[in-house]
């Protein structure tokens, strides 16, 4: 099972930007993605990409505002979040799916998790 490390989360305001990366242990062929966790709140997905890139996913609630791209020469996904919003604030998780899936959003089809980065957006 691969290991996954993120980093890039913190405190900025409003309007601003971060970038999250998640670091795999190994080379990893499967789709990845990013879920987050906001206080009393259930965890829910944000992004997902392909294997090889050649497709995104975002929940509505981020188009627009947040890219994930993937470099698998480096076994790392990134996630660039711009015009953060507070309601953004949560526990971002990166996550390796199982290679065999059917939805991106359903995290039962999450086989690896990260530990999970913080990132809290200030009004």
């Known amino acids: 099972q691969v290991q996954l490390v993120e980093s890039g989360g913190g405190l900025v305001q409003a309007g601003g930007s971060l970038r999250l990366s998640c670091a795999a242990s190994?080379?990893?062929?499967?789709?990845m993605g990013w879920f987050r966790q906001a206080p009393r709140k259930e965890r829910e997905f944000v992004a997902a990409?392909?294997?090889?890139?050649?497709?995104?996913y975002y929940t509505d609630s981020v188009k627009g505002r947040f890219a994930i791209t993937r470099d698998n020469a480096r076994n790392t996904v990134y996630l660039q979040m711009d015009s953060l919003k507070p309601e953004d604030t949560a526990v971002y998780y990166c996550?390796?799916?199982?290679?065999?899936?059917?939805?991106?959003?359903?995290?039962?089809?999450?086989?690896?998790w990260g530990q999970g980065t913080q990132v809290t957006v200030s009004s």
């Open positions: 996550a390796a799916y199982k290679l065999i899936f059917t939805s991106y959003s359903d995290s039962k089809w999450v086989n690896s």
């Open positions: 190994g080379r990893t062929l499967s789709a």
């Open positions: 990409i392909a294997w090889n890139g050649a497709g995104t």
